[in-house]
Structures are given as structure tokens and as C-alpha cells.
């Protein structure tokens, strides 16, 4: 009987350990996938020395991009007749933001406090996501209200931004 409950119990902490990695290895991947998301445009807009940095006045918009002129502010930035800007919520035809143009391309991405929000907001979803893996299944629910808090205010500071 002795060897009965230590086999059950020497599986029942195999399990567990089992179901802590796996849940774990799931919140760790979605978060590594939220700054992957994140990071082709923060880098851009985050780190913007020695890059041109300038204006665009956004002229037309199409079912993805929006395109206009570009008006240099930085040193050493180049005027262009036409850069291409990612069509989200937040751009609409006629008006000017501030942008930095990604080396070697005529794309560019917004730049100063709404567009590093903005960039980040994959991660914020991220955050949100993991929160209920660690939740649920690691059962660590201050840690997880903390990462939905978080996520939930980059969202939120974000779309108060924009």
C-alpha cells in the first residue's frame, strides 16, 4: 500500500511539473511573439538617430497604405514626392504626422509618443493573452493581473494617444 501512494504521488508531481512547463513554454512563446510583432516597427520609431525624420501629409489612402509627400525635419533627410505609411484607424487623408522613413525604402512609420504606442500594441495583445495562459495555467493570478493591467494600459494609452 506504502508503494501504492508514493508511485501516485511521485506521478501526480510529474504531471504538475509537465503542465508548468507547458504553460509556461505557451505564456513565454506568446510574449516573444508579441515583441517579435512589435519590434519591425518600434525599432524604427524608437530609435531614430541617423535616420531622416520629417512629415508626411497624407494625400490618398488605398485598402492598406496611405501615401503623400515627405517633408524633412533632421539633418541630412531628403525631401520625396511620395513615401508610403502603413492605413490604420488613426491616419486619415489631409492631415500631417511626424514620421521616420525606414533606411533604403520610401516606407515610413510614425514616429514620437503615438507612434511608439502604436508600434507596441502587438505586445500589449500579447500581454493580455499570456495573462490568462498564467492565469488559468500556472495559477499565478497576481502575476497575471499584473501583465493584463499592463497590457490593457498599453492599449488604452495608446488609443488615447492616437
Do not use: N
Amino acid at each position: 500500500m506504502h508503494a501504492a501512494v508514493t508511485s501516485r504521488q511521485g506521478t501526480h508531481a510529474v504531471l504538475r511539473f509537465g503542465r508548468i512547463a507547458a504553460m509556461a513554454t505557451i505564456a513565454a512563446l506568446i510574449l516573444i511573439a508579441g515583441v517579435w510583432g512589435s519590434w519591425g516597427t518600434a525599432q524604427h520609431a524608437m530609435l531614430t538617430k541617423g535616420r531622416e525624420s520629417g512629415t508626411i501629409r497624407v494625400t490618398r489612402c488605398g485598402a492598406d497604405i496611405c501615401t503623400g509627400p515627405f517633408t524633412p525635419v533632421s539633418a541630412g533627410a531628403t525631401a520625396r514626392g511620395r513615401v508610403v505609411v502603413a492605413k490604420t484607424v488613426a491616419v486619415r487623408t489631409g492631415r500631417t504626422y511626424t514620421v521616420v522613413v525606414k533606411p533604403g525604402s520610401d516606407e515610413v512609420v510614425r514616429s514620437g509618443p503615438a507612434g511608439v504606442l502604436y508600434a507596441w500594441v502587438p505586445f500589449g495583445g500579447a500581454l493580455l493573452l499570456a495573462s490568462v495562459v498564467i492565469a488559468g495555467g500556472l495559477r499565478r493570478v497576481r502575476l497575471a493581473w499584473v501583465m493584463a493591467g499592463s497590457g490593457l494600459a498599453l492599449l488604452t494609452a495608446t488609443f488615447l494617444v492616437l
